[in-house]
């Protein structure tokens, strides 16, 4: 038996079988009341957004693309809206930590007309590169040329500092030089 809505209630209400059977069912709808409420205020955050990131996407003029991952998908919104007001490197490396696997160092050379974005808190290639490409690509200066750069385990990483059975668990696309075979 239920106790939310009957502890509201005179205790004399407990002894009538219908009435407890009522309050049960008023129970449940009601927590699908509160579920929906819930879910629908997350909605209003593209970090918790799941069915609503459609319409985010949709308010800041991003084309959808509902086959990538929702993490894909928010990474971009949160770019989007990071991305407006004066360029600096902290605004560029403020969109490329939103991406999946962000982490990242962004390194200035003025007088190369250059910057790098430099993925230093994971290994290998972050899967929504182009994501981040095409939104690095939209806030950048035109005369400014950016460089990615990608962190791989090496040698040292690994020799005598990991076992046979972690080096064999790890993706080949981890290590330097290293692709996935079949590609």
Known sequence: MSKKLMSYLPDYYQEIEEFVQIMDTED???????????DTFRQFHPETATWGIAYWERDLKITPLPSKPIEQRRSVVISKMRGSGKVSASMIKNVADSYDRGKVDVIVYPAEYRFDI??????????NLQDLKDAIEEIKPAHLEVRYKFRYLVIREIHHVMTINAINSTPLNNFAGGVPIGQ
Do not use: C, S, Y
């Open 118 to 127: 430099k993925f230093i808190g994971t290994l290998g290639v972050p899967p």
């Open 28 to 38: 449940i709808e009601l927590d699908k009341v509160n579920a929906a409420i819930v």
